[in-house]
Structure formats: C-alpha cells, structure tokens
C-alpha cells in the first residue's frame, strides 16, 4: 500500500469540534473583559455557569446570551 492511498477522512472527522463548555478565561476573552469581571458576572447570575468537580465552566453559548440580554436592557432604558 502506498502513502497515497491512506485514507485521511478519519483524521478530518477527528478534529476538535467546537467547545461546548468554556473556561472563564476563554469565556472572559470572547467577551473581551477581565477575568475578575467575568468571575464578578457569574457570582450575581448574570453570565451562567457550571461546576464539574471543583472547576468553574461557562456553557459555549452563555457569552452571546448575556451580551442579548444587555444589548435589550440598555435599548429599553
């Protein structure tokens, strides 16, 4: 069997999908604040959050769903 034979659709299909659950930090980077801001947003609830075990997750689409929030509040004001 040559190399060009070797079929590579496994390892495409093996690629990382997109993260279901961020860290804070990526989280904090997508919303482009401060860690400790972001830390600060989900201790009064308004950015959701997960605890596995002792780590602090923030949900992939939790970032997009604060900023509509926001963007709705501040239009009504």
């Given at each position: 069997m040559s190399?060009?034979?070797v079929d590579t659709a496994p390892l495409a299909e093996a690629a990382?999908?997109?993260p279901v659950l961020l860290?804070?930090?990526e989280a904090a980077r997508c919303l482009r604040i401060g860690?400790?801001?972001c830390f600060?947003?989900?201790r009064t609830g308004e950015l959701e959050s997960l605890t596995i075990g002792g780590l602090r997750r923030v949900p992939a689409d939790a970032p997009a769903a604060y900023v509509t929030r926001l963007?709705?509040?501040?239009r009504a004001a």
């Open positions: 190399i060009a034979a990382d999908p997109a860290t804070v930090e860690r400790t801001t600060a947003l989900i963007r709705t509040t501040q």
